[in-house]
């Protein structure tokens, strides 16, 4: 065991993989040299050369369509989008072409890659740096998102994610990167795509969470057991798409109570999703309404810090939601 942050977690698991795999390659905006904006790809220019870390212009339409180019050529390349919110130039090439290739192909061609993907609010980023937009990437019918919120979950994922046969978009909260160091097991050791996690067992609700929020309800479910005796089930959902549906009824079957809680805005968010996945499959298990904590409808995070605190999901708000669901 190793103890890791997110970033060091995600380095770790691209540089296991260059190393195991020759054709796995890093590309994107200051991935080279300067090691990625937040550090993410450091040390790796150094290691595997100019071929196999590309540092790329400021035009992600490229940075997506020459991955895709890449996979089909038999590479693996590990594409960084520097922030979620730079990843609408290259919508097209993803929503387009990139999660259609292997249907459109007739199964002759597939695209092997990986897309990661900086997300979330609660960084002083403003608009265009705090940006939640997962929602966009689970409505597409041949894309996989990952959303992982610890390091051996981060380390895990990625791996699988690089090895796995479709692309990946793989979403890393930015608030996450250092906020925290845990155990990671060592070497070669992969988290499947498509499993959701209970990071506490419960007995009064279930929480549906990812990513950031992960952290936010296991610290609000403390308060309630001390505060309420309330004992709520913490189900990390770590991929999007595929869901886990097993999952999250069985949970559901246990605790009679939802509680589902994500930092984009909530109106067409994927909690929405979920939400009603509950509603049709487990409506006779249900003691109240499946309820969704989720951010406001505005337009961007704001820049301000008690405009920030305003927008963000933290434990407090958790704690309210869960306490008015737990009194039904």
Known sequence: MAELNILEAIRVAMDEEMERDDRVMVLGEDVGKKGG??????GLFAKYGEKRVLDTPLTEGMIAGAAMGAAVYGLRPVAEMQFADFVYPAFNQIVSEISRLHYRSNGTFTAPMVIRMPYGGGVHGALYHSQSNEAYFTHTVGLKVVAPGTPADAKGLLKASIRDPDPVMFFEHKKTYRLFKAQVPDGDTVVPIG??????????????????MRTCALEAAETLAREDGVEAEIVDLR????LDLETILASVAKTGK??????ANRFGGFGAEIAAEISERAFEQLDGPVTRLAGPDVPGVPYHHSLEDWYMI???????????LAAY
């Open 195 to 212: 499993r959701a996690n209970v990071a506490r067992s419960g007995k009064h609700l279930s929480i549906f969470c990812y990513g950031f």
């Open 239 to 242: 991929t999007l798409r595929p």
């Open 314 to 324: 933290g434990p407090a708000r958790i704690v309210d939601a869960a306490r008015k």
């Open 37 to 42: 904006v937040f550090g993410a790809t450091e």
């Open 258 to 263: 939802a509680l589902v809680v994500h930092e």
